[in-house]
Nanobody
Framework: QVQLVESGGGLVQAGGSLRLSCAAS????????MGWFRQAPGKEREFVAA????????YYADSVKGRFTISGDNAKNTVYLQMNSLKPEDTAVYYC?????????????????WGQGTQVTVSS
């Protein structure tokens, strides 16, 4: 049973930083693509960032490029999303997701497993 558990959300002022963590368990993720998505109230879930487990290539939405960084710690089975220079428009519930595939996955429909989400609120 795959489990993804996010943590690290909270309330931060604009310009601040947060680091989200996604602890993965239940299987070996070496053949998985890991992604972060977010969903703001009244909006559709949108892609934020992704990387292949253990891989070096990373992918970002234009809205977060240069401010967010996705990384992973294989020993801890954890994926991170470092968020800097946060803006009020980054306010959303952030979800970690896993897709069993080797190629880039940028759509939520391509991911089979999801965490419960963690709230990020950026005040102006």
């Amino acid at each position: 049973q795959v489990q993804l558990v996010e943590s690290g959300g909270g309330l931060v002022q604009a310009g601040g930083s947060l680091r989200l963590s996604c602890a993965a368990s239940g299987r070996t993720f070496s053949d998985y693509f890991m992604g972060w998505f977010r969903q703001a109230p009244g909006k559709e879930r949108e892609f934020v960032a992704a990387r292949r487990w253990g891989g070096s290539s990373t992918y970002y939405a234009d809205s977060v490029k240069g401010r967010f960084t996705i990384s992973g710690d294989n020993a801890k089975n954890t994926v991170y999303l470092q968020m800097n220079s946060l803006k009020p428009e980054d306010t959303a519930v952030y979800y970690c997701a896993a897709a069993r595939r080797a190629n880039y996955a940028g759509r939520s429909s391509e991911y089979e497993f999801w965490g419960q989400g963690t709230q990020v609120t950026v005040s102006s």
